[in-house]
């Protein structure tokens, strides 16, 4: 009885064959990004368009040295990486649905190439820059 299930794939699941498909993978990063976007961007707004601005802090918050010291550090570096790109995919991912909702389904391959892409290419030029930066 035991080598029965030992034969028994996730593609082939009570005798069901099941397509394969790149869905989770976008669905993640969706996921991702809406989880980023939900948390840590009205923290963001609420420092840098309240309590800066209004110089709250005590010090002039807007200096260079201050600002390059931080983006400086490794962990920070991490954190603006995470909440410009996973909300890219998050964008993209709910762009290319409503697209779809509204009647281009026939287009849907080009639709998912040119936002996945445009989302891509974000990331990576986010890496970069921040790579880069000096």
Known sequence: ????FCHLGMDNFGGIKMRRSNEPIWWSLF???GVI???FIPILMLITGIVLPFTLTGEEPFIYERIHGAVMHPIIRIL????IAFPLFHFAHRFRSILSDI???KYRPVISVLCYGSAIIGTILTAIVLWKFK
């Open 1 to 4: 009885m035991g080598r029965h």
């Open 31 to 33: 996921a991702a990004g």
């Open 37 to 39: 976007s939900a948390l």
């Open 80 to 83: 603006v990486f995470a909440i």
């Open 103 to 105: 009647g281009l389904l």
